[in-house]
T-cell receptor, first 115, second 118 residues
């Protein structure tokens, strides 16, 4: 079974703090993704990575950065947290497409509250 | 730009009733993939089905069935004889076909919350 784990289920931070959200997958997937989920908006892609040290902006990258130093680990960084970044953050991974699409497997999510 | 619309934000049914979730999409691609995911209260999204744009056959899996109609850009999902365990948020998603060795991107609808009452 594919397993995607996220470092925390719940996190509370203060405005201006630097926040790290960690995601680890154990199936040797090339692709990894960070989404945020807000009511009525569904999931929106923040960043994704298709290889170590490679990253691509998603639809809403502003205020975020990412790091992928190892294949199994993809970190989302909030350089200076703001209250509008209070949300549920979901990490996902998938095999490299290679002409055929592979479904994404999701972690349990981190509910971040910025006070 | 791709777009996925789930017009129903919440549906409430009594157990054993059928429930249909609507999904309408927009894309300029001729080849694409459509998905449904389930998010139970635990939070983790669970993959339900993938369908590519060339396969318009309807699909049934147990109490779940999917109706893909390319002419109306819809990919609707029906739960037959609903059960309390079906209570969850359901997301429809769209992905373009990869033409280069980079990550796939999914565009999600806003989700439909289904509440099945005993």
């Amino acid at each position: 079974d594919v397993k995607v784990t996220q470092s925390s289920r719940y996190l509370v931070k203060r405005t201006g703090e630097k926040v790290f959200l960690e995601c680890v997958q154990d199936m040797d997937h090339e692709n990894m993704f960070w989404y945020r989920q807000d009511p009525g908006l569904g999931l929106r892609l923040i960043y994704f990575s298709y290889d170590v040290k490679m990253k691509e902006k998603g639809d809403i990258p502003e205020g975020y950065s990412v790091s992928r130093e190892k294949k199994e680990r993809f970190s989302l960084i909030l350089e200076s947290a703001s209250t509008n970044q209070t949300s549920m953050y979901l990490c996902a991974s998938s095999l490299l497409a290679g002409g055929n699409y592979n479904e994404q497997f999701f972690g349990p999510g981190t509910r971040l509250t910025v006070l | 730009a791709q777009k996925v619309t789930q017009a129903q934000t919440e549906i409430s049914v009594v157990e054993k009733e059928d429930v249909t979730l609507d999904c309408v999409y927009e894309t300029r691609d001729t080849t694409y993939y459509l998905f449904w995911y389930k998010q139970p209260p635990s939070g983790e999204l669970v993959f339900l089905i993938r369908r590519n744009s060339f396969d318009e056959q309807n699909e049934i899996s147990g109490r779940y069935s999917w109706n893909f109609q390319k002419s109306t850009s819809s990919f609707n999902f029906t739960i037959t004889a609903s059960q309390v365990v079906d209570s969850a948020v359901y997301f429809c998603a769209l992905s373009e076909t990869m033409i280069k060795a980079a990550g796939n991107k999914l565009t999600f609808g806003g989700g439909t919350r289904v509440l099945v009452k005993p």
